[in-house]
């Protein structure tokens, strides 16, 4: 695991800092970063959705939002050629399907707008709104994310 | 049209076969297992024994090691009949099977009755205090045909149990799921969540080709998600390579 990368992901887990990290690195690196910072939002959102902590609507309100600038901000970084380096876990098929995995980030930019719109404000209207996050995560991931090296 | 990868609700139970799994020998197609003419329509309970158990079709030749029977040899005679009742029950597909792309020498069959003398054991691989963990990830589970690396001749290293392997699909590697891997910082309840949900403790999400295993998997009883989370916890530890 790269401490930079870690340490800036950690330190505000904004898509923010993943944009200015984009703009000085490789598009790897800086999608690498921001799907981290996608990541770091699970914790709150799917500990709440498991029940594990206590609902907490101003928490989930934030968590969306953060989640999603740095979502919005990763789509921009699949551009062609950068299928290989730096440890890339993104599969050749992202480029060789098409529009699909394009399509795919727009599902999860939807889902998290409508989740953000509904304002659930408590975890029964939350979970179903978490489950269509969550399926877009790992639908994108089944097909187009290689396992870690 | 391939049936199964990634078919959703009524879809995932038309099981016409046409997956394609490439192996470092080539590409292999499932087939279908349905009942109907192009399936296994006809075929008895003992003709699906011989299948799962030894690898021998009813015509009497042996099937590829792809179809993991070196790991569904370990599965209980009961199961067999449960699945062929169930499997009875399913919408037939016409279709007919994809032949297999192999490379020399593998596309002779006949040599797979000499790999079978090698590799096909249905001892427990592992000692363990916890038999139904040990049936269904040894067994049932298969999920040593991924997780365990493959010796030149495509046999399980036995010594390397669930040690992770390279990934057949190309890049990145199958996880160690031993103690020296990622989950010894993974509790038995974290394993069984994951195996439900997808989920790591880190809520990172499972992708690649295990995405399928937790769909199915996240409809076992939870008693049998624990079961396999406690046998993983207590594998003999092999670091990574």
Request: a negative charge; charged letters at 20%; glycine letters at 10%.
């Amino acid at each position: 695991m790269n401490i930079k990368k870690t340490l800036i992901a950690a330190s505000i887990g904004l898509a923010l800092a993943a944009t200015a990290y984009g703009a000085a690195h490789s598009p790897i690196s800086a999608r690498q970063a921001a799907m981290k910072a996608v990541g770091g939002q699970m914790r709150t959102l799917g500990g709440m959705a498991q029940g594990k902590v206590a609902y907490d609507d101003f928490a989930v309100i934030s968590a969306l939002e953060i989640m999603r600038d740095a979502a919005a901000s990763a789509r921009p970084l699949f551009p062609a050629g950068t299928e290989m380096g730096e440890e890339t876990r993104a599969k050749p098929e992202i480029w060789a399907d098409g529009s699909d995995f394009d399509t795919r980030m727009g599902q999860l930019l939807a889902s998290l707008d409508a989740a953000i719109a509904a304002e659930p404000a408590d975890l029964a209207s939350y979970r179903p709104l978490f489950g269509a996050i969550a399926g877009s995560c790992k639908g994108c991931h089944e097909k187009y994310r290689a396992p870690e090296n | 049209m391939p049936y199964g990868k990634g078919a959703k609700d009524e879809a995932r139970l038309l099981l016409g076969g046409g997956q394609a799994f490439a192996t470092p020998f080539g590409t292999f197609y499932a087939p279908n297992i349905t009942p109907s003419n192009e399936g296994i329509a006809g075929w008895s309970t003992l003709d699906l024994a011989n299948a799962l158990l030894r690898g021998v079709s009813p015509e009497g030749t042996h099937y590829y090691p792809a179809f993991p029977y070196s790991s569904y040899t370990r599965i209980a005679p009961q199961d067999v009949a449960d699945l062929k009742a169930y499997l009875d029950t399913l919408p037939p597909v016409a279709r007919v099977n994809t032949p297999h792309e192999l490379s020399f020498p593998f596309n002779i069959r006949r040599s797979n009755g000499a790999w079978k003398l090698m590799f096909l054991n249905d001892d427990p691989v592992i000692e363990s205090e916890n038999p139904r963990g040990q049936y269904l990830v040894e067994g049932l589970g298969h999920c040593a045909e991924c997780h365990t690396p493959r010796n030149a001749l495509g046999g399980l290293d036995r010594s390397r149990w669930l040690a992770g392997a390279p990934n057949p699909e190309g890049k990145g590697r199958i996880p160690n799921l031993t103690p020296s891997g990622d989950l010894a910082e993974w509790s038995v309840d974290d394993i069984s969540y994951y195996l439900e949900s997808g989920f790591t403790p880190e809520f990172d999400t499972a992708g690649s080709t295990m995405v399928e295993v937790v769909e199915n998997l996240s409809r076992a009883t939870p008693e049998d998600r624990l079961a396999i989370a406690r046998y993983l916890k207590a594998l003999p530890a092999v670091p990574n390579p």
